[in-house]
């Protein structure tokens, strides 16, 4: 038996497939999200990396993500609150607060011990201290998003960031650059702007530990530091974080196949 | 036999609406008096002495519901007025502008023919206006705006925050003296002494609207219940507008008589749907209502529960005016967090709810400031989980489908496995 999860955010697309022993079959992310060929692409993908499996194959299929209503062949949908949380307590089942930065969204789940959804809390409208924040500053700043960890290793200081707009933010930012303030230090400035929003989420939830990190961002190891220097507490980031929320839909789809 | 004889509750409710503008447009064409009033304000005083009320929170409500609120609202924002004021203040503030520039010109602006066309109904420009500070503190400058550029009468009704309980009687005096001041006020305008005698039957009107209000709005307790929460923000301006006459009294109780009938019957708001209840804190977003109200519905959640309707049940012993003076301010907005939250939770269990959904208003800001620490006591004090959406009441720039929609189905799923584990134990 096999079962897919698909999360379609709003920046990429992510496949899941898992076997009956809840193995990962396969997985596959595209950097395209809802509304694009994404979707499709990253399902094409993912069956690629299979020994010859087709989505006929999957026994059940879940979608989660700002996408999730998009695919038509979903036997369900499940919100991404539910998904991230079952995907990271998967792999981290001492997991009890989840930070979760994605492109549009950042949010904090307090688990309990049974991985079972307490509370969640989600950013407001603004994009600052979410993923399209860092695409913002890292083209403001004139590098790849996935140097920006780099940079921070090697600031000597975290200059000050507005974490209240995402504007704001950036015409500091460009203020910083034509006051010669070294790249790296504002780099490090950006990521304790997107730490402090997402932390402001994770201590409204409690912040009990521990705490794991997933989705796109964590992948960047500076707003993981900077994270961690603000909670004061060691974050553990989820294996393959990119896919947690789509891991989480796949176990759904498990659960699902079992019950009939 | 009624003008509104055989009519359903939609119906009448409809037709009172209807006839609450046409009437203040005749009467303010025959130069009678019109009166605009903040929603929880003593209509008691004005409608003794025979002068028109009308409401620009209802109006304002109505525009965003008939999606005409963006243009109005660039309208107020171009006067100067900016995005964190209050989106029914800068909505009745153009507006206002927009009917000065009508009777001035004499020409109708283009504004105020597209809220016609949306079938909004016209409020003519008042002759006095009176506020009362229990709902917020941003209507006394809203109203001192309409006052001075109309150079109109203001009536303000200021009522003390209510941290300690019962009333202090200082408080009490207070509000007495400044009612004694808005009936001079009145006598002044009209030129008329102030009538007693009606007043006290204006009382007993609003005494009974009240009621019949309450028996309506109970019906919501009952498990599955016959009434949505969506009816309930839809049935609400009429008891803003016409809490002191037979109009309300006469809706509410044929509300009440149907869902009696509904509910004998075992019926609910989704016919047969409700898997779960919830309540929701916090003004209704009009412009996406139908939105707002499906989403809930399409996951079998029924809005039962809610602090507004209790906001207009407003008791008073008829002719004590001190009695009349509390219940206006311990109106629920105008009190300490810590009866926020008994009275939120009282609606909690008498409506059986299992989930809340906080209404994260950008205009409204004492309700959406005080919601944060009240959602975290209460989940301490209930256990019951709760989710909160960014938006607005009248401004659709400030809300976002999608968001809502995930933080909804997330907030289901919650109460669906907590309902799951509960049938399990
Ligand atoms: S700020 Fe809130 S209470 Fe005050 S008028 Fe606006 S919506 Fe009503």
Known sequence: MYVLGLDVGSASSKVVILDDDKNIVSFSTVQVGTGSTGPARALEE???????????????????????????????????????????????????????????????????????????????????????????????????????????????????VSSTCTVFAESEVISHLSNNIPKENIIAGIHASVASKACGLAYRTGLEDDIVMGGGVAQNAGVVRAISRELRRPVIVAPNPQITGALGAALFAYDEAKKH | MTETEGMNAKQKLAYYLDKSYADANAAHSKGELVCWSSSIAPAEFCVTMGIHMLYPENHAAAVGAKHGAIEILELAERKGYTMDNCSYSRINLAYMDLLVEEKKTGKTPEALQKLDE???????????????????????????????????????????????????????????????????????????????????????????????????????AIVPSPLSGFDMFNFMALIVCARSQFAAEDTF?????????????????????????????????????????????????????????????????VGDLGQMAA??????????????????????????????????????????????????????KTG??????????????????????????????????????????
């Open chain 1, 46 to 160: 993912v069956f690629k990396k299979t020994n010859g499996l087709k989505i006929e194959d999957m026994t059940k299929i879940v979608a989660t993500g700002y996408g999730r209503y998009a695919f038509e062949k979903a036997d369900k949908q499940i919100s991404e609150i539910s998904c991230h949380a079952k995907g990271i307590f998967h792999l981290v089942p001492t997991a009890r607060t989840i930070i979760d930065i994605g492109g549009q969204d950042a949010k904090a789940i307090r688990l309990d011990s049974r991985g079972a959804v307490s509370q969640f809390f989600m950013n407001d409208k603004c994009a600052a201290g979410t993923g399209r924040f860092l695409d913002v500053m890292a083209r403001v700043l004139e590098i790849e998003i996935t140097d920006m960890a780099e940079y921070d290793s090697r600031a000597s200081e975290v200059v000050n």
């Open chain 2, 118 to 220: 949306l079938k909004v109904p016209r409020m003519p420009l008042p002759d006095i206006i009176i506020t009362c500070n229990n709902i917020c503190n941003t209507l006394l400058k809203w109203y001192e705006n309409i006052a001075v550029s109309l150079n109109i009468p203001y009536i303000i009704i200021d009522t003390p925050y209510v941290h300690d309980w019962p009333i202090p009687q200082h408080t009490i005096d207070y509000m007495k003296e400044q009612f004694k001041y808005a009936i001079k006020q009145i006598e002044d305008l009209t030129g008329k002494p102030f009538d007693y005698e009606k007043f006290v039957k204006v009382q007993e009107q609003t005494q009974r609207s009240v009621a019949a209000w309450d028996r309506a709005m109970g019906m919501a």
């Open chain 2, 253 to 317: 109780n044929t509300l009440a008589d149907e869902l009696q009938v509904k509910a004998d019957a075992g019926q609910d708001a989704f016919k047969g749907g409700e898997r779960t209840r919830i309540a929701w804190e916090g003004i209704a977003v009009w412009p996406y209502l139908s939105h707002t109200y499906k989403a809930l519905k399409n996951l079998g959640m029924n809005m039962v529960g809610s602090t507004y309707p209790g906001a207009w049940s407003i008791h008073y012993e």
């Open chain 2, 327 to 380: 219940g206006y301010c311990k109106m629920y907005s105008n009190t300490c967090l810590d009866n926020k939250v008994n009275v939120i939770s009282d609606v909690l269990i008498n409506t059986n709810c299992t989930g809340i959904l906080y209404h994260l208003n950008r205009s409204c800001k004492l309700m959406s400031f005080l919601n944060v620490e009240t959602a975290e006591i209460l989940k301490e």
């Open chain 2, 384 to 425: 019951i989980p709760y989710a909160s959406f960014d938006g607005d009441q009248t401004d659709p720039r400030n809300f976002s489908e999608a968001q809502y929609d995930t933080r909804v189905e997330a907030l289901s799923e919650v109460m669906e496995q907590m309902k799951a584990e509960k049938a399990k134990a």
